[in-house]
């Protein structure tokens, strides 16, 4: 695989920080950051912006049942694309590069290839993925997914978001559910360029993130079922109280992660009580708990230590406990040869490139068993995101995308159906 820049392209940084901040006009929070939840109407908005970039780059846009966007720039040979993909869904506390640098980054390579004049080989696709976050709807990795066909489209437009509403009225509403089918495109390969959202590459001092793979991903609901009463008058032995089971849980999955320790994370992101007054005592409370690993059998393990918690809390607490598995994910490993290219277009171009883990979920992870797929993380200001306050530097940007766009065209010039 050669390393050199035959056509001695950059990425055009001005214009990728320019879409950034366009892109984070659709659904702009007061005071930084944005909110464009999946399906929403800041979600339509940007997808509008992002197609009409597609279109006005000379792509070939298809939006499928799900409402994944993807659009091809043809190669010389009619062979299998090389794809580089993410997502424009946001949290609700979204910064302006988780996902969206993926897929600008991706675009900024095709307006440098349109500006040089370039054809590569094979043609380059640019995919935006429905709901990756699952912060709406869950699973996450949705669109991503459904493409991979490892989540069934008809469980995916059924999935419904704290209002009843489903992922498949949602894109109705929104005019995105389109007519093509999902997977339609198989890539020669797969990358996903992304903010590292953790501390380690800037506290080790490296620039690009050569990521060897994901972590496992387990989010359950549980919904607790308890009998509203006077906080005044009711004997501490008559309560069945469903804001102390739900505090049991959130302070034991705490302890589950310390008793593990190592790569192990628990996360209570959510915890609703019902009627949630200051006089009354919890009738219902809805609590997720997000645990994830490195290590398949000790994340079974951690929701085996969970599973027990809720059991012996429900048996204390008098209370009925009622689980929803949101998402389950196994620790997912990516093409060694597609990490070595990272590693080693980053180091021919000067970086300080470190090969690393993904804490965080991708679209990318969906890819690994189909086709080689490799990530490129930069680093992550104070390893924030998730949190409107998410930056990063624009000269780690470049970096990134220079790494990401001379890999893909590695990647564009090869001729054999799978490396
Ligand atoms: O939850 C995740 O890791 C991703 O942001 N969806
Ligand atoms: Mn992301
Ligand atoms: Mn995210």
Redesign the pocket.
Known sequence: MTLTNPHNLRIDIDGLMARLMQLGQDGALEGGGVCRLALSDADKAGRDRVTGWMRALGLEVSIDHIGNMIGVRAGQENLAPVMIGSHIDTVATGGLY?GNLGVLAGLEIIAALNAAGVQTRRPIAVAAFTN???ARFAP??MGSAVDRGSLEIGAALAAADADGLTVGEELARIGYRGPAEPGHITPHCFFELHVEQGPVLEEAGFEIGAVTGVQG?SWMEYVIEGVSNHAGTTPMRLRRDAGHAAAVIAVEARQIAAKLGGDQVATVGVCALDPGLVNVIARRARITVDLRNTDEALLRRAEAMMAEVVRETAAREQVTITGRRLARFEPVAFDPGMIGLVHDIAAADGRKVMRMPSG???DAQMFAPHCPTGMVFVPSKGGIS?NIREHTDPEQLQAGADVLMQAVLAKAEETEARS
């Open positions: 988780d990756e976050e699952g996450d990795m991903i965080a979920g991708h998730h």
